[in-house]
């Protein structure tokens, strides 16, 4: 296995747009990187698999189920599978990495999709 740029890979990415870019696929893990443009939003589109978010840099609001955090560079949050999450009310550009585990669902990647 090479060693993946996290900061090559975040540079790859639109600086407009809210985007993901996969930057690894071993199997069970997969992983990506995410921007968040200010005054975005992602939709709450719970996945079938367990997923680490990690703040690279940036901040603003994270939604996983019924519970609201403030987020900022740095901080590590949780989402179980089949939990709706998403990010809002974001103040600075938010950049991530994603790690999900292995799918409950294999088949499947969202359990719902985008809202409409």
């Given at each position: ?8 890979a975040?540079?790859d ?9 996969e ?7 997969t ?7 200010p005054d975005?939003?992602a939709?709450?589109n ?10 690279l840099?940036?901040s ?9 955090h403030?987020?900022e ?5 949780y989402v179980?599978p ?6 809002f ?8 990495l994603?790690?999900?585990?292995p799918?409950?669902h ?6 719902r999709e985008?809202?409409?």
């Open positions: 296995m090479t060693p993946i740029s996290i900061t090559d975040v540079a990415l639109d600086p407009d747009e809210l985007q993901h870019k930057v690894l696929d071993a199997g069970p893990i992983a990506e990187v995410g921007k968040y443009p975005s939003s939709p709450k719970p996945h079938n698999e367990e997923e680490l978010y990690y703040i840099s940036g603003g609001k994270f939604r996983v189920g019924d519970d609201t403030d987020i560079a740095g901080d590590l949050v179980e089949a939990t709706e999450h998403d990010f009310n974001i103040s600075e550009e938010i950049t991530v994603i790690i999900f585990g799918s409950i294999p088949t499947s990647y969202g359990i985008e809202d409409g």
